[in-house]
């Protein structure tokens, strides 16, 4: 799977939990879960929930301590996968 | 230096917004004894948030302290005492709280060390509505200091942690803001 396609499914997945439009109509590699989509922190277990349903891949607490943007999230699921 | 961290829980909006019950939700984010804890609870639901606001509130009172971010709900575990005080351990850090339940929201205030109220050091907390915040600890913050409202600044850390300033000078020794569903809340010490 291409970054792009992760970073296009990622983007399906954080949706349903953004409360900035604007700061998702922007997303990218840089982009923050809590600083830029404004996503609540008790919805961040649902996103990594949801990571691993989609990719079939298990988190760790080491890598799922990480994941608060979309490049970490990135490079985690892309090393899950590669594993 | 005593720093103050705060989470504020709207009951309505977890109902909708998450699922506690999900497969790994429990599993993820608390620890062995907690999830004991809340499985034999009355009420799980209740227990599940009350425990969630603990850590949160933990968690924003020690990035104060150490400047960094990430998310390992589990490092933090909660011990509740009575009258819904109680504890929260992360590593060498222990950290006091509060808490609040109505039937409406859940809201934690945590403490690295007890603050008491005295001449070196005033606490305050509250809660509102989201886009109120702001204003209400501005408004709070001129009352006690006879500083204008207009000439309170609000700025954030690099790790994004709020802080209130009066012409570049730091007014908010420790500052936590909150937001969920319907309710903003606030904790800072002068």
């Known amino acids: 799977m291409t970054k792009q396609e992760i970073i296009q499914k990622l983007t399906s997945i954080v949706k349903p939990y953004i409360q900035n439009e604007e700061g998702f109509k922007n997303i990218s590699e840089n982009t923050d879960f809590i600083n830029d989509l404004e996503i609540n922190s008790a919805n961040l277990v649902d996103i990594i929930l949801d990571v691993e349903d989609e990719f079939k891949i298990h988190i760790d607490n080491d890598s799922m301590e990480k994941m608060m943007s979309v490049k970490e999230t990135v490079a985690i699921i892309q090393a899950k996968m590669n594993a | ?190």
């Open chain 2, 1 to 190: 230096m005593p720093k103050i961290g705060n989470d504020i829980v709207d009951l309505n909006f977890a109902k909708t917004q998450s699922n506690w019950e999900r497969s790994g939700f429990l599993e993820k984010q608390f620890t062995i004894k907690e999830q004991q804890e809340i499985c034999n609870s009355e009420n799980p639901f209740l227990k599940v948030w009350q425990f969630w606001s603990m850590k949160e509130a933990a968690y924003k009172c020690y990035t104060q302290k150490e400047e960094k971010r990430f998310f390992a709900p589990q490092k933090f575990e909660c011990t509740l005492k009575e009258n819904h005080f109680g504890n929260v351990i992360f590593e060498d850090y222990k950290f006091y709280t509060k808490t609040t339940i109505t039937s409406f929201y859940i809201h934690t205030v945590a403490e690295n060390l007890f603050i008491k109220n005295s001449n070196k050091i005033r606490k305050f907390s509250g809660i509102g509505s989201p886009n109120l915040i702001d204003n209400n600890i501005k408004l709070k913050i001129a009352e006690k200091t006879g500083i204008s409202f207009l000439e309170i600044e609000k700025k954030k850390t690099k790790i994004g942690a709020p802080l209130f300033n009066y012409q570049e000078k730091v007014l908010t020794k420790s500052c936590s803001i909150s937001h969920h569903g319907n309710y903003g809340a606030f904790a800072f010490t002068l």
